[in-house]
């Protein structure tokens, strides 16, 4: 499994309402083709660009960094952080358009939808205040966020497999 997810986001400033800015992440209003990212290569590119904290990386987050093309941004690296800062989840939309949903399928990754996400974590509230949130499939990280919004004292766990989608997480 590649990373854990603690309720800080490589990605954005750890302080202390990065739950809250995150909040809204469920919402995507950001389309692939505004963050116009054509490969693999060139979201993990994308991703390294945005990593603050680079020592948080597995082995093998290192080694498809060490492989993706570091000249690859778009544009406006800033477009994309601040897309992401707004709630929105340009990163996960990008990796899914990039594999089928039939690859995605085949290994497990579903990438749940905002309004489910939404839903799941209303029935989450509904069955109490749980002390610890794993989410083991964690793809762009759309339901643990979403859960560490409503449930601010949860110890949050986020797993994934994949290096890539954990780069985006």
Not at 101 to 121: D, E, K, L, N
Not at 123 to 143: H, M, N, T, Y
Not at 154 to 167: G, I, M, S, T
């Amino acid at each position: 499994m590649s990373a854990t997810h603690s309720g800080i986001c490589r990605h954005c400033d750890p302080g202390p309402h990065a739950a809250a800015v995150h909040a809204s992440r469920v919402q995507p209003r950001t389309t692939v083709e505004a963050v116009n990212i054509q490969t693999e290569q060139a979201l993990a590119a994308v991703c390294l660009s945005l990593i603050d904290r680079p020592g948080l990386l597995s082995a093998a987050e290192t080694a498809l960094l060490a492989n993706a093309a570091q000249g690859l941004f778009p544009p406006d690296i800033g477009a994309i952080r601040a897309a992401i800062l707004g709630g929105e989840d340009p990163l996960g939309d990008a990796f899914s358009a990039l594999r089928s949903a039939s690859s995605r399928r085949a290994a497990g990754a579903v990438y749940t939808p905002a309004r489910i996400v939404q839903s799941m974590v209303s029935w989450l509230a509904a069955q109490g205040s749980p002390e610890r949130i794993v989410d083991p499939g964690a793809g762009s990280g759309r339901f643990i966020i979403a859960a560490g919004a409503a449930f601010s004292d949860a110890r949050l766990v986020a797993v994934e497999k994949d290096p890539l989608a954990a780069l985006i997480l």
